[in-house]
């Protein structure tokens, strides 16, 4: 079982609003993954977990703040975003250690900022 | 600066033929590489992946070759399906240290299979 899940699927929100986008795996692995997808765009990394505690912050703007509550589970919570944080938001999960950086994706939650 | 490039922004092949995919990276330290295949609103998929101790990696219809002396990768699709057209990206990362978990993605190749 290689599956990463995330919810909602689809996300329409204001400039003002807060939400929260959520990742889920169940495959044993202890690094977690948010990356940003624009259109025609390669995935850009965001954060990384390793063992619940955030190892790379990729100079992310603050009103994006992740979360590890456990080991499956990862959140990324959303404050006063811009339009220009419409995007495809995408979580990975892989095992920690030598040769094991196969990052398995979810399907991603389309964000839109109005 | 571009650590890791697919020249081709897209290839068109005849179904059952071979396709080949191409990615040139720029830093010597990336050991391990990646193929992920990618439909519209989907997540990537993983494909296959060679450590940089190998020059050839088999997985059914998917084989990818990695030439360290010329920084160059490029996988195979033989015989190409009309269900493999898709984005296609290559990644590289660094084993280790503070780069760790840290996937570095190419601009990735349309390939569309004809039927």
């Known amino acids: 079982d290689t599956e990463v899940t995330q919810t909602p699927k689809h996300l329409v929100m204001g400039m003002t609003n807060k939400k929260s986008l959520k990742c889920e795996q169940h495959?044993?692995?202890?690094?977690m993954y948010w990356y940003k997808q624009k259109a025609k765009k390669p995935p850009e990394l965001m954060f990384v977990?390793?063992?619940?505690?955030?190892?790379i912050n990729e100079s992310v703007p603050s009103r994006f703040s992740p979360e590890c509550p456990n080991s499956s589970l990862l959140n990324l919570h959303l404050h006063a975003l811009q339009p220009e944080d419409s995007a495809l938001y995408l979580c990975?999960?892989?095992?920690?250690?030598?040769?094991?950086?196969?990052?398995?994706f979810g399907p991603g939650t389309r964000l839109t900022v109005l | 600066d571009q650590q890791v490039k697919q020249n081709s922004p897209s290839l068109s092949v005849q179904e059952g033929r071979i396709s080949i995919l191409n990615c040139d990276y720029t830093?010597?330290?990336?050991?391990?590489f990646l193929w992920y295949k990618k439909y519209p609103a989907e997540g990537p998929t993983f494909l296959i992946s060679?450590?940089?101790?190998?020059d050839k990696n088999e997985d059914g219809r998917f084989t990818v070759f990695l030439n360290k002396s010329a920084k160059h990768l490029s996988l195979h699709i033989v015989p190409s399906q009309p269900g493999d057209s898709a984005v296609y990206f290559c990644?590289?990362?660094?084993?280790?240290?503070?780069?760790?978990?840290?996937?570095?993605f190419g601009q990735g190749t349309i390939l569309t299979v004809h039927p």
């Open positions: 990975a999960s892989s095992q920690v250690g030598r040769d094991t950086d196969t990052q398995y």
């Open positions: 495959m044993g692995h202890r690094a």
């Open positions: 977990y390793s063992y619940e505690k955030l190892s």
């Open positions: 830093n010597s330290m990336f050991d391990y």
């Open positions: 060679i450590s940089s101790i190998k």
């Open positions: 990644a590289a990362s660094v084993a280790g240290g503070t780069s760790y978990g840290k996937l570095t």
